[in-house]
C-alpha cells in the first residue's frame, strides 16, 4: 500500500520513499509513499523526477492500482532496484496552479450550488483554466457576470481551506457533499475525504488544493456556452 503524502500536505515538494514493487511494465515502480498526485476529479497526475543511485528519471505518468502508487519513468533509464531509497521531486511550478485551479473551480461549484442550487454533471481542469459543467435550464450573459463577481469576492473573502478524512457514515451525513449528478465514490471506500472552504463549500474530494482562497487568484469567465437542454458549460481562467 502506498501512503499518499499530499493528503495530509499539499504543499510538500520533495519526498524520501522505498521501491516496493516493479511491474512488468516499462518503467513502473510502486513506492512505500508518495507525494505525486496520480489524477482524478479532474485534476490532472503530478509530474517530476525520481532521483536514485545517481540517477534522475522524469516522472511522466502515475496510475492508481488498487491499493498501490505506480510511477511511470522515462523508460530509456535503468529501473531502481526494491528496497531501494529514492527522493521524488514535484514539479512545484506546475502543481502549485493546479492547487489554485482546483480551489478555483471548487469556489465556483460553491457559489452555484449556494445561490442557484445546480448540481455539476461534468468538469475538468488544466493549470490555470478549467471548465464546469451545471445543470441550468438557460445560463445568460446577465447571470454570468453575477457568478464571476460572487467567486471573486469569495477570493477576496480570504476563506480557510482546510481537507480531512472521516469514516463514510459520517460524511454521508453531511448535506450535500456529493454535488455532482451521479455519486462517483465507490462503495468500497469506508474513509472519505472531505475538502471544506469555511463558509462556502463541503464536498468529497480527493485532490489538492490551496489554504487559503486568496491563493488562488482573480477570476474570469472565459466562456460559456449550452451542452444540452438543461446542461451548460462554464469555462473559467485564473488571470495572476
Given at each position: ?107 465556483l461549484c460553491g457559489v452555484v450550488w449556494r445561490d442557484y442550487g445546480a448540481q455539476v454533471t461534468g468538469g475538468n481542469m488544466e493549470p490555470l483554466k478549467g471548465r464546469m459543467d451545471f ?67 463541503v464536498q468529497a474530494d480527493g485532490g489538492t488544493h490551496v489554504q487559503n482562497t486568496r491563493e488562488v487568484g482573480s477570476l474570469r469567465i472565459a466562456a460559456y456556452k449550452s451542452k444540452g ?12
Open positions: 500500500m502506498t501512503a499518499l503524502l499530499y493528503q495530509t500536505d499539499s504543499y510538500l515538494k520533495d519526498f524520501t520513499a522505498a521501491v516496493t514493487a516493479l511491474p512488468a511494465e516499462a518503467g513502473a515502480v510502486v513506492l512505500d509513499r508518495t507525494a505525486f498526485y496520480a489524477g482524478g476529479g479532474g485534476q490532472p497526475h503530478d509530474t517530476g523526477v525520481l532521483v536514485y543511485n545517481d540517477i534522475t528519471s522524469p516522472v511522466e505518468k502515475i496510475k492508481y492500482r488498487g491499493n498501490d502508487v505506480v510511477h511511470f519513468l522515462n523508460p530509456d533509464r535503468p529501473k531502481p532496484e526494491i528496497g531501494d531509497t529514492v527522493t521524488g521531486q514535484i514539479d512545484w511550478h506546475r502543481r502549485y496552479q493546479l492547487m489554485r485551479t482546483h480551489t478555483a473551480m471548487h469556489i445543470e441550468f435550464a438557460s445560463l445568460k450573459k446577465e447571470l454570468v457576470v453575477r457568478i464571476e463577481a460572487a467567486i471573486n469576492r469569495e477570493v477576496s473573502n480570504a476563506r480557510q481551506v482546510r481537507a480531512g478524512t472521516m469514516p463514510r457514515a459520517e460524511a454521508f451525513a453531511i448535506p450535500d457533499l456529493i454535488r455532482t449528478k451521479i455519486n462517483l465514490l465507490p462503495e468500497g471506500i469506508n474513509q472519505v475525504r472531505v475538502v471544506e472552504i469555511e463558509g462556502l463549500d437542454a438543461i446542461n451548460k458549460r462554464i469555462y473559467l481562467e485564473i488571470c495572476d
